[in-house]
């Protein structure tokens, strides 16, 4: 069954640090990729989508990700982290052209300090 | 447009009451979805539903049941509540099954004692 990984289970970071949250996935067909953001007390929300084309994709609020096909990644960055930006982060994948539904990922805590 | 709602926000239960938790969706979405949502575990399915008179399990189905009553609503039952089912439920949609964006309902907090 496909599985998503998540590296980094709490972070924290400054005001203006970079941001890199890791994401691996372990089916090796063709996936849909998905970023969601859990602000404190709201209900999950997507940050941004891969199906196909441009492996790097932007999403809302200035993050981005890039799909390495090679590697099953799909790693989430941000040049210049905001406070606003402290909140759970969740990864999923969707293994198309099999029965699994999408899975999510365990979720890294981003802790952003003013 | 209010998107999903889930009813109620809270509830705490005794071992071995029932109860029912609702969501409705007005999108016109075809899929509907339980989760479970407990600290370290992430998001993990307990059944969903991928078109209106379908149901189907999850990842961790045991001790739970659903109704898809109409395309609008979708809803949980637990039979005989236990503390191990302590844990935030949330219910999304999504247009499609499984190749589109799921939109999450707010969540309901539910304790059991």
């Known amino acids: 069954a496909q599985s998503v990984s998540q590296h980094n289970h709490h972070v924290i970071l400054s005001e203006a640090a970079s941001l890199e949250l890791g994401c691996n996935y372990s089916y090796g067909g063709t996936v849909n990729l998905f970023w969601y953001v859990q602000y404190p007390g709201q209900h999950l929300q997507l940050l941004l989508k891969?199906?196909?084309?441009?492996?790097l994709v932007k999403g809302i609020k200035g993050f981005e990700a890039e799909f390495i096909k090679s590697k099953f990644s799909f790693n989430l960055r941000k040049p210049s982290v905001q406070w606003s930006d402290t909140a759970e982060y969740f990864c999923?994948?969707?293994?198309?052209?099999?029965?699994?539904?999408?899975?999510f990922g365990k979720g890294t805590r981003l802790h952003i300090l003013p | 447009n209010a998107g999903v709602t889930q009813t109620p926000k809270f509830q705490v239960l005794k071992t071995g009451q029932s109860m029912t938790l609702q969501c409705a969706q007005d999108?016109?979405?075809?899929?509907m979805y339980w989760y479970r949502q407990d600290p370290g575990m992430g998001l993990r399915l307990i059944y969903y539903s991928a078109s209106e008179g379908t149901t189907d399990k999850g990842e961790v189905p045991n001790g739970y049941n659903v109704s898809r009553l109409n395309k609008r609503e979708f809803s949980l039952r637990l039979e005989s509540a236990a503390p191990s089912q302590t844990s935030v439920y949330f219910c999304a949609s999504e247009r499609g099954y499984g190749t589109d964006t799921q939109y999450f309902g707010p969540g309901t907090r539910l304790t059991v004692l």
């Open positions: 891969y199906f196909s084309g441009d492996p």
């Open positions: 999108m016109n979405h075809n899929s």
């Open positions: 999923a994948v969707n293994a198309l052209n099999r029965d699994d539904k999408i899975i």
